[in-house]
């Protein structure tokens, strides 16, 4: 059917860099929305940045100067490159899409998620 599969993630020091990767894969007719969310450990899962097929985005507040979310849709791929990296930013992070998809006769539209992508920031 449809999987969306995150990538990128990893241990970073403070300051640093990392640009997670979301690919979706299937009978994909359309990637639509899309957004990153983030869960800490003990914390509920909250979004980071979202982006519309148009290009629209919209950030959380604490991400707002320091990440970049982009699309390149030939290749249904939506990116989150986060700098200025902090401690607080650690949690697992979560890519969500809606994506319209072929099934048969049908052209349905439905809410995916990946199964989320480790980051770590520490020294």
């Known amino acids: 059917q449809v999987q969306l599969v995150e990538s990128g993630g990893g241990l970073v020091q403070p300051g640093g860099s990392l640009r997670l990767s979301c690919a979706a894969s299937?009978?994909?007719?359309?990637?639509?929305?899309v957004g990153w969310y983030r869960q800490a450990t003990g914390k509920e899962r909250e979004l980071v940045a979202a982006i519309t097929t148009g290009g629209s985005t919209n950030y959380a507040a604490s991400a707002k100067g320091r990440f970049t979310i982009s699309r390149e849709n030939a290749k249904n791929t939506v990116y989150l490159q986060m700098n200025s990296l902090k401690p607080e930013d650690t949690a697992v992070y979560y890519c969500?899409?809606?994506?319209?998809?072929?099934?048969?006769?049908?052209?349905?539209?439905?809410?995916?998620w990946g199964q989320g992508t480790q980051v770590t920031v520490s020294s």
């Open positions: 299937g009978s994909i007719v359309r990637l639509n929305t």
């Open positions: 969500n899409a809606d994506v319209t998809f072929s099934r048969g006769y049908s052209v349905p539209t439905r809410n995916f």
